[in-house]
């Protein structure tokens, strides 16, 4: 939505380049907000708002890529974020340990992978 891909040719360096640019707006936006909302508030509405995927596709310029890594967005509902050093706090990270009445114990760490 909002590109004319029909006149593009498959394959082509702007078809090619106008895709690379939606990936890296889409995985910082992903980075950023994906959660499991029992305990992180997640925009979901305002990701999937009409109004910011145009703010967000307007980064996306001809003849110019978007600088790695890409910044995420700011849609509506989104939690206030602290930079630290010029980066956002880690909360992708969510242990849990758990041991039964014979002492078996499952230790699990999931991670969610940010470049």
């Not at 909302?37 to 307007?58: C, H, T």
Request: glycine fraction near 6%; charge should be negative; hydrophobic fraction near 35%.
């Amino acid at each position: 939505e909002g590109f004319d891909f029909e006149s593009t040719r498959f394959n082509s360096l702007d078809s090619v380049s106008i895709q690379s640019d939606v990936q890296n707006l889409v995985f910082a936006d992903r980075n950023q907000y994906m959660a499991d909302a029992d305990w992180f508030p997640v925009p979901v509405s305002g990701l999937l708002n009409k109004s910011y995927a145009r703010e967000r596709r307007s980064a996306i310029q001809p003849n110019a890529i978007l600088p790695v890594p890409t910044l995420f967005g700011n849609p509506q509902g989104a939690p206030q974020m602290r930079l630290v050093a010029g980066r956002t706090i880690e909360y992708g990270t969510s242990p849990f340990i758990v041991t039964d009445s014979q002492g078996n114990t499952l230790t699990v760490t999931s991670t969610i992978e940010a470049l």
